[in-house]
């Protein structure tokens, strides 16, 4: 029996999904897909779920499986190819479109490569964290395509429109620190110190006031496309919202009384 594409864990508030292809650097195949898709949809609805985690082993993610794509190009023609390649990447735009809306924070952690799609899938996660043995690139340009699962949308945002230029265009790879420089990620860690650190802040997330954080995520998601009157309406809205409920309460006595807040949400 083979081991699943992708392996689910639950501790406490936490949900990790594990990427399980390690003989493959944990390219993305259709099983791998599929398994990703259905691992972050059900965090995305499960109201037990507070922070959920994506984590690759010794690599994240290596972009996509060039030998499968390689079987799906064979004896097809290209209209056929595109019209088989651009339902496949719909499949695994909806685990994009599902991290990006997600009421709850999203934590990326990564070591080795983080190459094509791994990238667009880190940079789709809320906060990330690297090991100092992590290294990048976007990739795609070498086997003469075009990026997807966001990172046209994600890279400019990060890195400005040169830069992203830069990275989508040439392919080149760069290492955790300038990662880091860059803002692709958060923190770098040691390797060896990468599940403690993930483990911490995850906790810290799944502890903290999830409503609120769904919030300040889906005003920052949509800040970049909105006029400043729009935003600071959708800004009241959301701390009325937040003003309304038992958390606010909680977070301005435990303020006033010197202790932790207990948040319920």
Known sequence: MSEPAVLVAREGGVATLTLNRPQALNALDQALTLALREGVLAAEHDPAVRCLVLRGGEHFMAGGDLKWFSTLVEGRSGGENRVQFEALIHEVHTVILALRRMPKPVL??????????????????????????????????????????????????????????????????????????????????????????????????????????????????????????????????????????????????????????????
């Open 108 to 265: 990326a952690s990564v070591r080795g490569a983080v190459a094509g799609f791994g990238m667009s899938l880190m940079m789709a996660c809320d906060l990330a964290l690297a090991a100092d043995n992590a290294y990048f690139t976007l990739a795609y340009t070498l086997i003469g395509t075009s990026p997807d699962g966001g990172s046209t949308f994600s890279l400019p945002r990060i890195v400005g429109q040169k830069k992203a230029m830069e990275i989508a265009l040439l392919g080149e790879r760069f290492d955790a620190a300038a990662a880091e420089r860059l803002g692709l990620v958060n923190r770098v860690v040691a390797a060896a110190s990468l599940e403690a650190e993930t483990n911490k802040l995850a906790s810290r997330l799944a502890n903290g006031p999830t409503a609120v954080y769904g919030r300040t995520k889906a005003l920052l998601n949509g800040s970049l496309n909105a006029s400043l009157e729009s935003q600071l309406q959708r800004e009241a809205e959301a701390f009325a919202q937040s003003a309304s409920e038992p958390d606010f309460r909680e977070g301005l006595a435990a303020f006033l009384e010197k202790r932790k807040p207990q948040w319920r949400r």
